[in-house]
Each structure stands twice: as C-alpha cells, then as structure tokens.
C-alpha cells in the first residue's frame, strides 16, 4: 500500500513539473509576442513626399535601412514642383524631396511658406537634349531652345548654355540669371520657356530643350543622350543639391535626422551611384 501510495505522488508531482515547465514557455512565448507586437505599434512613421524619379526610387531603399532604426517610411508621390510644399506646409508631410535650395528660396519669398532644409542628398546632371537638331555644332541661326519656365531652373539652363559658348551673361548673373542678363547670342537663338515637367515632350518641337536630371530620367533619356551635362565642379553641381525639406523648427526631429543620416549613409550612396549610372549624383 505504501508502495502504490508513493508511486502515485511521484506520478502527481511529475505531473505538476510538466505542467510548470509548459506554462513557463507558454507564458515566454507570450511574452515575445507581445514585445513583438509592442515594438510593431511603438514604429514612428515618416510621412514624405516625392517626386517618382529618383526621389521615389531612392527613399523605397532608404525605407528598409529606416526599418532597424524603428521608423516606417510613407512615402506620397506628387508629379510637380508646387503641391509637395504646399502639403508640406499644411502640415500632410513630415518632409518632402524633390527641390534644390534655389527653387525652394524661390518658393519661399512667392508664398510666404517657412520650409528649410534638413540635409543635402543628391544633384541631378542638368543636361542639353536633342530635338529636331541633332548636333551642337548644327544648331542653325534662330533655332528654338526650351528651357525650365521656373526662376531657378531656367538660371540654371542658361549657365549651361552659356558654358557650351552659345550665349554669353552678365558677369554677375550667377545662379539668378534669367534672359534679360544675356548679353550675347550669336544665333539669335529662341528660348521657350515650358514647365519642367513638361520638357521632354516638347523635344519633338525645339531644336533642343534644357532638361532636369529627375524629368530626364521619367522620359527614359540617359545622361549619355544629352548633348552636354553640367560638369561636377560646376557652380550649378555645387549649388543645386536636392534636399530633404522639412517645416523650420522640424530640422532636429529625431526622426528627421535618422532620415537623413540614412540617405547620406555609404549604402545609400552605393545604391543611387549603382542604380542610376551618372544620371544622379550623391552630395558628399
């Protein structure tokens, strides 16, 4: 009797063992679960707002490396030059990328809007694109050129025009230059001036057309199409940097500095030199 007495504590007490120890892992996994799904929710999100190329392009790979830092990438495509800060400004993005200084100055003195930049990420070649002539050396006497219809840009066209000798400008037009400044045209040449976006399907009705890096890629030009590029050393290389803006005041978010810590990272510079062949250029 004592013997089956014994037997059946042993029995009970091995049991409750068990038990134990399956309740301590279950309760361990719960416990991984919950941090899991705590970690999930506790994600910050970046909301930003982009042009489709390469802006688009580079912040999808720039979200993964956002992921270990703990932050989530939103990232709202806009295809022109006015609504990403207008969002931006209402408050509908964290940040937006897509401009250059220059234009976002510009901006800012037309709409009385306080955006600056948090960090400079990349500059996009601008680039002479052929039309109806085919050749620099062709261009005939009153030929049309299209350039960029905004401030900034179309200053930009101009240096780049100017630097393949076919106008001259003001000494000290500089990064402001607009027609009025040009102070030779051997060629009497036409500008027309068309929204950025709008200059590669325009190409088939200019003789050439002065096109931005980013609306050059969306047209499937190459920087090896262009007729001349901006050169890296060029007041426009160093002065057009596309930037991450951000409301004044948001620049030392934390989430806005892992975001550009992240884009200026060697993986990010690898990716954009790897991906885009020329055609966009990483700020070192």
Excluded: W
């Excluded at 982009?50 to 979200?63: D, R, Y």
């Excluded at 499937?220 to 050393?233: C, H, P, T």
């Amino acid at each position: 009797m004592k013997k089956l007495l014994s037997t059946i504590l042993i029995a009970a007490l091995s049991v409750s063992v068990f038990a134990g120890c399956a309740n301590s892992g279950a309760a361990s996994s719960a416990a991984g679960s919950a941090a899991a799904a705590s970690t999930a929710a506790t994600a910050k999100k970046i909301v930003i707002g982009a042009s489709p190329t390469p802006h688009e392009v580079i912040l999808k790979e720039a979200a993964k490396l956002l992921k270990a830092k703990g932050y989530d990438l939103e990232i709202k495509e806009f295809s022109d030059y006015v609504m990403p800060n207008t969002a931006l400004d209402g408050k509908e993005l964290d940040a937006n990328y897509f401009q250059h200084q220059p234009y976002l100055d510009e901006f800012n003195k037309e709409k009385g809007t306080k955006i600056v930049s948090a960090g400079s990420i990349h500059y996009e070649p601008f680039g002479i694109y052929a039309g109806k002539t085919k050749t620099l050396a062709d261009l005939k006497d009153g030929a049309t050129i299209a350039v960029p219809n905004d401030t900034s840009n179309e200053a930009r066209a101009l240096l780049l025009l100017q630097a393949q000798g076919l106008i001259k400008l003001k000494d000290d037009a500089g990064i402001t230059a607009t027609q009025k400044d040009i102070t030779e045209n051997k060629k009497n040449l036409k500008f027309t001036e068309i929204e950025a976006a709008q200059l590669v399907r325009a190409l088939p009705d200019v003789d050439l057309a002065v096109i931005n890096g980013n609306y050059a890629l969306e047209g499937n030009l190459k920087v090896s199409d262009a007729l001349a590029v901006e050169a890296a050393d060029s007041l426009a290389a160093t002065t057009y940097a596309n930037i991450i803006a951000v409301r004044s005041g948001d620049e030392n978010r934390e989430d806005i500095k892992a975001l550009v810590e992240v884009l200026k990272s060697d993986e990010m510079k690898t990716f954009i030199t790897k991906t885009f062949n020329g055609a966009v250029v990483p700020v070192k």
